[in-house]
């Protein structure tokens, strides 16, 4: 009897230790690791064929302009017809909502939290400036303001800038705002 529970022991120890030559394979494989360079797995391979686009999609070529200041520069080239503006809101809604809120007036649950508060986006001060301006901030970013030259195309700027401007700005959560100050 002393013997059979021996054996039996013995026969799970190796699963207690997580030792049988299956046990972790797996964690083991020759997928990439989360955290970890396609470098170390693959050496001499890099993850992404150069040139390669994600499918379906385009490559997004994220700066177009030298710097803020050429960018102000810039013609907006994407007429602000209802379908730009409305791509423009569904961006918006992902992209600046978080701190510039849905009414665009800086009111977003990260921009509360935020030192620096996000600028309203449908001030006077920003109706004044050319729409070239806000495609350098989304292009290049502020202080505290992110770059959004590789989440959003340069097309994609213009349609959000088409939203703040014909959408945004005559909404009337802008107009409710405005009119409370
Ligand atoms: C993480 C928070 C955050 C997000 C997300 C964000 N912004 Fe901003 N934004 C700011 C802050 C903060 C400022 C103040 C200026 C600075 O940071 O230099 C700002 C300023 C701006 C300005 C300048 C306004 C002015 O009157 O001069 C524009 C234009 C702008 N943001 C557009 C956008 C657009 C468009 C998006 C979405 C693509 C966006 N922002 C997303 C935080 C944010």
């Given at each position: 009897?002393?013997?059979?529970?021996?054996a039996?022991?013995?026969?799970?120890?190796?699963?207690?230790?997580?030792?049988?030559?299956?046990?972790?394979?797996?964690a083991?494989q020759?997928?990439?690791?989360?955290?970890?360079?396609?470098?170390?797995?693959?050496?001499?391979?890099?993850?992404?064929?150069?040139?390669?686009v994600?499918?379906?999609?385009?490559?997004?070529?994220?700066?177009?302009?030298?710097?803020?200041?050429?960018?102000?520069?810039?013609?907006n080239p994407?007429?602000a017809?209802?379908?730009?503006?409305?791509?423009g809101?569904?961006?918006?809604?992902?992209?600046?909502?978080?701190?510039h809120?849905?009414?665009?007036?800086g009111?977003?649950?990260?921009?509360?939290k935020l030192?620096?508060?996000?600028f309203?986006?449908?001030?006077?001060?920003?109706?004044e400036?050319?729409?070239?301006y806000?495609?350098?901030?989304?292009?290049?970013g502020?202080?505290?303001?992110?770059v959004?030259?590789?989440?959003l195309s340069?097309?994609?700027?213009?349609?959000?800038?088409?939203?703040?401007?014909?959408?945004?700005r005559?909404?009337?959560?802008a107009?409710?705002?405005a009119?409370?100050?």
């Open positions: 009897m002393k013997k059979l529970s021996l039996i022991a013995l026969l799970f120890a190796p699963l207690v230790a997580q030792a049988w030559p299956w046990s972790d394979d797996m083991n020759i997928s990439v690791k989360p955290q970890a360079s396609p470098n170390k797995a693959a050496p001499g391979a890099t993850l992404f064929p150069s040139r390669s994600p499918a379906p999609g385009t490559a997004t070529s994220s700066i177009t302009v030298k710097d803020a200041d050429a960018a102000v520069k810039l013609a994407v007429a017809d209802a379908k730009s503006v409305e791509t809101h569904q961006l918006f809604t992902v992209y600046c909502t978080p701190c809120g849905t009414s665009g007036t009111d977003g649950k990260v921009g509360e030192i620096l508060r996000p309203d986006l449908t001030s006077d001060t920003l109706a400036q050319p729409d070239g806000i495609f350098g901030m989304m292009t290049f502020g202080a505290v303001m992110p959004y030259a590789n989440d340069p097309t994609e700027r213009w349609h959000v800038i088409n939203y703040i401007r014909k959408g945004l005559n909404a009337p959560a107009q409710a705002a009119s409370a100050q």
